[in-house]
C-alpha cells in the first residue's frame, strides 16, 4: 500500500513538473504558489451528494424547462378533456345590400346568429386525444430523466 502511494506521489510529481515546464516555456515565466490565490465561489458547495442533487434541480434551467414542459402538458390534456366535454357557442353575424330582381326595392340586410354544438359521440376522437396526450407526458419525463 505504500509503496503504491508513494509511487502515485512521484508520477504526480513529474506530472507537476511536466506542466510547470509547459507553463514557462508558453508564458516565459512560472509563478511562485505564494503567489497564487484560492478563487471565491459565488455559491455554496453541498455537504452530500444528496443535497447536491437536490439543489441541481431546484436551480438547473434545463430540468425547471422539464418540468413546465410537463405541467403544460398535464394542463393541455386537463383542457382538452374539459373541452370534449363542454358545448360550442359561435356568434355568427352578416351585413348585406340586396335589390330584388325589379330594380325597385333595395335595402340592407342584417343578421346575428347565435349557434350552439354539442357533440353527443365524436367517434373516439376524444380517446384519441388523451392517448396523444399521454404520449407527450410520456416524452416530457423522459427528457427529465435524461437531463
Known amino acids: 500500500m505504500f509503496t503504491t502511494s508513494s509511487l502515485n506521489l512521484s508520477v504526480h510529481k513529474i506530472d507537476l513538473n511536466q506542466a510547470l515546464a509547459n507553463l514557462s516555456y508558453y508564458t516565459d515565466n512560472v509563478p511562485e504558489p505564494e503567489m497564487l490565490t484560492r478563487p471565491e465561489l459565488n455559491f455554496r458547495i453541498p455537504e452530500s451528494v444528496d443535497s447536491g442533487l437536490t439543489q441541481i434541480e431546484e436551480q438547473h434551467p434545463s430540468i ?3 418540468k413546465e414542459n ?68 410520456l416524452e416530457k419525463y423522459q427528457l427529465l430523466e435524461k437531463n
Do not use: C, H, W
Open 64 to 66: 425547471k424547462v422539464a
Open 70 to 137: 410537463i405541467e403544460v402538458t398535464r394542463s393541455e390534456m386537463k383542457r382538452d378533456v374539459k373541452s370534449s366535454q363542454m358545448p360550442t357557442l359561435n356568434l355568427k353575424g352578416s351585413v348585406g345590400y340586396r335589390d330584388d330582381y325589379t330594380y325597385t326595392d333595395y335595402r340592407d340586410e342584417y343578421s346575428l346568429m347565435l349557434e350552439m354544438n354539442y357533440d353527443l359521440f365524436k367517434g373516439n376522437e376524444t380517446k384519441y386525444i388523451k392517448m396523444k396526450r399521454y404520449g407527450l407526458l
